[in-house]
């Protein structure tokens, strides 16, 4: 069973920096795509970035040049980060990471991945 655990989350002031994190296990599939999405109150659940086993990635247009996705599957370990800088108020939701298995270019869709952490809440205040 594949289980995704997100941490890092907090409250920041516009402008700045948080690290999230996602740890992967369960999963024996030979390649995984990997994503964040994020939730704001009311609103649709949207992909902000995904990454490939070969560290291709993907952003939504909103956090372009703000936010990097990165991976680290060293040790036997698989963990998911965000790097989030310059931060917004419209940044604020909860952040979750996803997997699907899959190979080439990974994809932001929401309904593409079966599986999901539980959330992180990233609120950042003006």
């Known amino acids: 069973q594949v289980q995704l655990v997100e941490s890092g989350g907090g409250s920041v002031q516009a402008g700045g920096s948080l690290r999230l994190s996602c740890t992967v296990s369960g999963y024996t599939y030979r390649s995984i795509f990997m994503g964040w999405f994020r939730q704001a109150p009311g609103k649709e659940r949207e992909g902000v970035a995904c990454i490939t086993t070969t560290g291709g990635t993907r952003y939504a247009d909103s956090v372009k040049g703000r936010f990097t996705i990165s991976q680290d599957n060293a040790n036997a370990k698989n963990t998911l980060y965000l790097q989030m800088y310059s931060l917004k108020s419209e940044d604020t939701a909860m952040y979750y990471c996803?997997?699907?298995?899959?190979?080439?270019?990974?994809?932001?869709?929401?309904?593409?991945?079966?599986?999901w952490g539980q959330g992180t809440q990233v609120t950042v205040s003006s």
């Open positions: 996803a997997a699907v298995p899959g190979g080439g270019v990974c994809y932001l869709s929401r309904f593409d991945y079966p599986y």
